[in-house]
């Protein structure tokens, strides 16, 4: 029974985005969808719509009745199904559906956007003539039909979810949780939280485009609870993709579990560092995050076409040394930031945002590449059919460079490696960013010593880019559930990067003395 | 329309109860909600919309689980319901998982909470851009203004209620919210930005637009020239926007839920004076045009006045039903509504003279604490305080240490609560804080 829609934007910092790894997120579906009996459909997707071609062009026409740069419809229907176990039983689910129209019309760098959930003729027309009002022109050609492009092929699944039933999920929950529990005797309670998902999209474009796209998702969070001595601690682990049922490997579940177990009980040696300026080096992985906050929200062109984000007039410029070169990439088969075709049904695909160096090419969509005379780069992404698109990261990494890990931690004196995080934001204007760091050590003259906790730390984004002094050659994916949040939408991303130095941040901990 | 939506929920109780559920509580909503961006002197994005859903609960054998849709077609909503019913037959049993009982529903509190102006459904669109080119026009005008963005955002809200066990009700509640966000020419590549949004259910209640675009002008001015600050362990003030944030992170594991599940510090502190005497903290659902306000919660629970923290004495959690059986405590609600902090008498310039020298915490950025531990870390911007008075800019700066001992060292409290939350705090003083900066 939520009400915080009253009160959404107390919370609303200016220019800022959020990166978060929620434990236990909504996840996915069950129920079949029978189509709306209309005139016969040929496209898969408009059955399942119960959408004709006549009936979208009829509502695309009344969409562009005053006038379009641009317009689209994005018809979507999500299904999520979670399961939850807590002390020893499964025994909570949910279930949702959630299906709609978006209606959006552009002119130049104004948006005007309805939705509805009601996908019958009248419904989608009224919203129409709602989104139109931002127009005032005159009446463009829409087409009488649209053109159905190939569908991606990168994470096509062989049974959806839909057809995995409750059964087949309870044994994983259960071995998770025993694994866990057999892993320390000092471990006191385990959950396991289940999620998975089918989405499809259907996007009707003014220029005649028709877009299809079946989305699956899944996600597995151990949360793991110990205590030592009077001291309770919790860490957690999950993992999460666009994959089916198979993905769920006794050896990917139990990998998982080992990560939850050690992070907990880390936590009862754990102690904060020195607060202060140190050198950081970020561990391989999950360290994306640093990517993610330092320059990737500051590289969505919408910040930059508005002149708002620190890089607005970098671009052409060396902000990194030569060996850094950090790409945002679409099309990586299952990963959960993996997209075939963005939400404005363009091509997704991989996008340098600084190569060997030099500062490349922003993230764009439909309204910001019109603004620099350049293509989309496929980047327009959006949460659901309730929000227009914007230009959004999806799998962001590092490329390799040249040295070792080894070589790094034996280069810092003083200072600590970053392990796992919870979460990060960015202030996009002034460049500052911060991450939250579960877990880490303490590097003491070129060696890893002591571990670490609960620490955030805060630095600023160009100043960052240029203090990497070394990169390693073991770049990786985080295969964790990371979501984003900006300008209150969500959407899934993953992120990694190799090894790498950053000369000096400013480390969250006690003063010493 | 309330009962509309009341007779939707209950055909969706009907429909769970033939397809063999014993209990089920369902709710129904609808809500319009219109947003209007404008950015330097040109409208940029208009969305109206109206949305709608169907949430259920279901209980069965024992077992329990819970829906909710946007579909609402007659025939794919009773095959929806019939599925969630045997979904929940799949689950295991749970002898604590059990509708809400009928006597928490009794009491309902019938104050006028005053949550619907009719005149935000009939704010036209002249009137938004008004406020659009009145916010816009105070934004960008300052020879270091880069962009300003401002925006209307306005909506209905209705929904309806019903169990099989004999509640039924309905909540309307309307909002009015505008602002704007600025970013100015700061050194070099830098941007200094922030922003300022009023609300209220009632349109009548808000502040002119141009207050409240001078308020965020200000407030992105401030920050040109930020610094980092200094690693240094001093006195902590907290602005009353920045502490009802902080509070939040305080309240977040004062839940049961936390308790039971073993992760939160509130753990066995409920009797004990686990903070400053100088902290008293009331859950209130029934303020008058209040953010949070209601006549019962999401269990359908009847809304009361509920004391958290007297005088830094922990006196109750918020519980839900599950989690109290669970425990055995007796369920309070299970989700906050208002929380109304305990003011002083000092306004924020008192404050600041008393305090001398520290740093004066204006936002946060990033951050998180552990709900187990209470352990946290935060990002934030502000100023230093030097000499009594606002000093210079500060940013990159990380706050660290724990929350029950931060709590335990809340030294002063405001008198100057910042009004657009649903938790109500004034500034807050914290002595002996670890900052990290240069």
Known sequence: MTIKRREFLGHMAAGSAVL?????????????????????????FMNWFGVDQATAARVMSELTLRGADAADLYFQHARTNTLTLEDGIVSTANSGIDQGVGLRVVIGDQTGYAFTEDLTMPAMLAAARTASSIASGSTVTAPQAFNPLGSGDLYTTTVPWSDVGIDQKLPVLRFVEQKAKSMDPSIEKVAVYWADGDERVMIATLDGRLVTDHRPMTRVTVVVTAKKNGETQTGYSNIAAREEFGWYTEERLTKMVEEAVDRTLIQFEARRPPAGEMPVILASGPSGILLHEAIGHGMEADFNRKGTSIYSDMVGKKVAAPFVTVVDQADIPRERGALN???????????VMVENGILKSYLHDEISARQYGLKPTGSGRRESYKYAPMPRMTCTFMEDGPHTRDEIIAAVDHGIICETYTNGQVQIGAGDYTFYVKNGWLVEKGKIT???????????GPESLERITMVANDARLDTGGWTCGKNGQSVPVSQGIPTVLVSKMTVGGENVG | MSAELRDRAAQAVEMAQRAGADEAFAFATKSRDVEFQFRDGALEKVKDTTSRGLNIEVYANDRFSSHQTTDLHPERLQDFIAEAVAITRALEPDEFRKITPAELFRG???????????????ISREQRLEWCRSLDGVATDHAKVISATSGIYDGTYESGSVSSNGFSGSQSSTYCWYGTSITLKDEGDRRASDGFYAGSPHVGQLPAASDVAREAKQRALARLGSEKGPTVKTTMVVDS?????????????ATARHVQQGQSFWTDLVGTQAFSDKLTIVDDPLIPRGFASRHFDGEGISARYLPIIEAGEVRNLYVDTYHGRKTGMKPTTGSPSNRVIGLGDLGLDELLADVGDGVYVTSWLGGNADNTTGDFSLG?????????????PVGEMNVTGNLKDLFSRLELVGNDVYPYSSTLAPSLVFGGVDFSGA
């Open chain 1, 20 to 44: 978060t790894m929620p434990a236990f997120l909504q996840g996915c579906g069950v129920q079949g969808a029978t189509a709306v009996s209309q005139a016969t459909p040929q496209n898969p």
């Open chain 1, 341 to 351: 075709y963005d939400d404005e049904g363009n091509k997704a695909g991989r996008t």
């Open chain 1, 450 to 460: 002591a571990p670490i906790k609960d620490v955030n730390i805060i630095g600023n």
């Open chain 2, 108 to 122: 309902r509190p019938s104050d006028d909470l005053d949550l619907v102006d009719p005149a935000v459904a009939a």
């Open chain 2, 241 to 253: 926007r920045a502490a009802a944030q902080l509070i939040g992170r305080l309240m977040n594991a």
């Open chain 2, 380 to 392: 934030l911007r502000g100023h230093m305080i030097e000499h009594g008075k606002i000093g210079r």
